[in-house]
């Protein structure tokens, strides 16, 4: 069974400060992970995926996540806001040889000028 | 086309009509995905397609919904009698193969009154 769990429905970060965004997963295969952004109105974007390969993962945008094994945990940072990362942002998992992604509930992403 | 396309963008209907919702694959995709995601949660799986065959429809909540991809392209997910609990955004994405990242549409959300 796979689940994932976002802290946090809620982040508001300064212009230019870090975001943070956390994601802890469980899953009883090897887990593939996944971030997504909606935009208001949108679809949900592709932002960066693990897939077994190096554990930091760069993404679009100057985003990137660390997969962290050890802490079941897939941290999603950017080093600097941007008043445009303002969006809703979804983790997922599914596993090695299966096709059903699992979301997490979702963190709102506000960026105060 | 570009991206995965879904259509009507936005359906109003009145309780106990039935639904047809469209969703128009990435060229080349085998594999394609029904989510619903309900407000303020991540979208949950309902239902997978490998070309025209549907190979997983565990997460249809019940008979009610049906969905079918007749010519390994472009996919219909319909609600029966629809419910006012049926009221929620439905996303489809594709995929290249299943094991490849899924690519989502705009969703089509749907009011039931």
């Known amino acids: 069974a796979q689940s994932v769990t976002q802290l946090g429905s809620h982040v508001s970060v300064s212009e230019g400060a870090l975001v943070l965004l956390r994601c802890n997963y469980s899953?009883?295969?090897?887990?593939?992970l996944f971030w997504y952004v909606q935009y208001p109105n949108q679809g949900l974007q592709l932002l960066l995926k693990?897939?077994?390969?190096?554990?930091l993962v760069k993404g679009i945008n100057g985003f990137e996540a660390e997969f962290k094994k050890s802490e079941t945990s897939f941290h999603l940072t950017k080093p600097s806001a941007h008043m445009s990362d303002a969006a809703e942002y979804f983790c997922?998992?599914?596993?090695?040889?299966?096709?059903?992604?699992?979301f997490g509930t979702g963190t709102r992403l506000k960026v105060l000028a | 086309g570009a991206g995965v396309s879904q259509s009507p963008r936005y359906k109003v209907t009145k309780r106990g009509q039935d639904v047809a919702l469209r969703c128009d694959p990435i060229?080349?995709?085998?594999?394609l995905y029904w989510y619903r995601q309900a407000l303020g949660q991540g979208p949950e799986f309902l239902t997978y397609?490998?070309?025209?065959?549907?190979?997983?429809k565990s997460g249809l909540p019940n008979d009610r919904f049906s969905a079918e991809r007749p010519e390994g392209s472009i996919s219909t997910l319909t609600i029966q009698r629809t419910e006012q609990r049926d009221s929620a955004m439905y996303r489809c994405?594709?995929?290249?193969?299943?094991?490849?990242?899924?690519?989502f549409g705009d969703g089509t959300r749907l009011s039931i009154l």
């Open positions: 994405a594709s995929s290249l193969e299943h094991n490849q990242p899924q690519h």
């Open positions: 899953s009883s295969v090897p887990p593939y």
């Open positions: 693990y897939t077994s390969a190096a554990t």
């Open positions: 997922a998992v599914s596993g090695l040889g299966t096709y059903k992604y699992i």
């Open positions: 060229s080349g995709h085998v594999s």
């Open positions: 397609f490998n070309y025209e065959a549907q190979q997983d």
